[in-house]
Nanobody, 127 residues
Framework: QVQLVESGGGLVQAGGSLRLSCAASGRFFRTYAMGWFRQAPGREREFVAAISLSGSRTHYPDSMKGRFTISKDNDKNTLYLQMNSLTPGDTAVYYC????????????????????WGRGTQVTVST
């Protein structure tokens, strides 16, 4: 069992940046493929970014390519999401997720593919 704790959310003006962090407990962080998702009020949870367990491969939906960057520090047991050029449409609760993986270069981008979830951190982008 792994526990995930997100941090770094807050209020930012449109055009600004935030870096989210997700700290993981346990000794097996290197074996986890991970991802970020978000959920706005009244909407389904949406895929934001994914990274393979080695950190060598990443994936984003088209709407976030070039603005968001996911990274994984296996020495610090921490996942990051750098978000730039934020818009009010990015306002949501952001969740990190993890799953064990046997493949060093495989990423996952569906909610049902993940076993562990954090409680989320609120990101609010004002106009």
């Amino acid at each position: 069992q792994v526990q995930l704790v997100e941090s770094g959310g807050g209020l930012v003006q449109a055009g600004g940046s935030l870096r989210l962090s997700c700290a993981a407990s346990g000794r097996f962080f290197r074996t986890y493929a991970m991802g970020w998702f978000r959920q706005a009020p009244g909407r389904e949870r949406e895929f934001v970014a994914a990274i393979s367990l080695s950190g060598s491969r990443t994936h984003y939906p088209d709407s976030m390519k070039g603005r968001f960057t996911i990274s994984k520090d296996n020495d610090k047991n921490t996942l990051y999401l750098q978000m730039n050029s934020l818009t009010p449409g990015d306002t949501a609760v952001y969740y990190c997720a993890a799953r064990t993986s046997s493949f060093s270069t495989t990423y996952y981008f569906s909610t049902y593919e993940y076993d562990y979830w954090g409680r989320g951190t609120q990101v609010t982008v004002s106009t």
